[in-house]
Antibody
Framework: QVQLVESGGGVVQPGRSLRLSCAAS????????MYWVRQAPGKGLEWVVV????????YYADSVKGRFTVSRDNSKNTLYLQMNSLKTEDTAVYFC?????????????WGRGTLVTVSS | QSVLTQPPSASGTPGQRVTISCSGS????????VYWYQQFPGTAPKLLIY???QRPSGVPDRFSGSKSGTSASLAITGLRSEDESDYYC???????????FGGGTKMTVL
């Protein structure tokens, strides 16, 4: 069965960096686009980034553009999110989600999420 | 403020039919598919409706989606207590090159 397991969350000071990982299994990882979606405490869902199945195309939310970088290692079935220059408003649960074979918000499987807290 | 606009709350009694609206523009809902997600507190969202009106396997047929122009709706017929949850619409925006989520609607079963 499809599994997505995020890791790497934690408490970090403003301006510092953090790298999230998402280990995927149960599907052909290199055939699907992958997403990061976050949810601040008590707030709604916010899309962060999508990376195409082959890693060639990436789209970022304006709120993270220039600070966050998505990557994927199809040989390891793993998705990453490098988060630099973190701000307090980046505090959220970060979910990775499996997309479709084209970029569209068809997110049929989600991980349980990893909490990132940005605080001094 | 979300570009896709949903009412923050909705409610109904058991057995009732309720709808949740999602309003967008020509660059998102007007030109792309709409998706709906259900999320219970402390859990990951679940895909409820895809491509405007399609249900994934396992989603009860009490849930249905529709789209007209730049707006979409999620309908729940025969409302049940277990439908008390948060619901989000989503769509791709051609102009922003972004995935948009609505602000979410909290459904309360009275």
């Amino acid at each position: 069965q499809v599994q997505l397991v995020e890791s790497g969350g934690g408490v970090v000071q403003p301006g510092r960096s953090l790298r999230l990982s998402c280990a995927a299994s149960g599907f052909i990882f290199n055939s699907y686009d992958m997403y990061w979606v976050r949810q601040a405490p008590g707030k709604g869902l916010e899309w962060v980034v999508v990376v195409s199945y082959d890693g060639r195309n990436e789209y970022y939310a304006d709120s993270v553009k220039g600070r966050f970088t998505v990557s994927r290692d199809n040989s390891k079935n793993t998705l990453y999110l490098q988060m630099n220059s973190l701000k307090t408003e980046d505090t959220a649960v970060y979910f990775c989600a499996k997309g479709d074979t084209v970029i569209t918000p068809y997110l049929d499987y989600w991980g349980r999420g990893t909490l990132v807290t940005v605080s001094s | 403020q979300s570009v896709l606009t949903q009412p923050p709350s909705a409610s109904g009694t058991p057995g009732q039919r309720v709808t949740i609206s999602c309003s967008g523009s020509s660059s998102n809902i007007g030109n792309n598919y709409v998706y709906w997600y259900q999320q219970f507190p402390g859990t990951a969202p679940k895909l409820l409706i895809y491509r405007n009106n399609q249900r994934p396997s396992g989603v009860p047929d009490r849930f249905s989606g529709s789209k007209s122009g730049t707006s979409a709706s999620l309908a729940i017929t025969g409302l049940r207590s277990e439908d008390e949850s948060d619901y989000y619409c989503a769509a791709w925006d051609d102009r922003l090159k972004s995935v948009l989520f609505g602000g979410g609607t909290k459904m309360t079963v009275l």
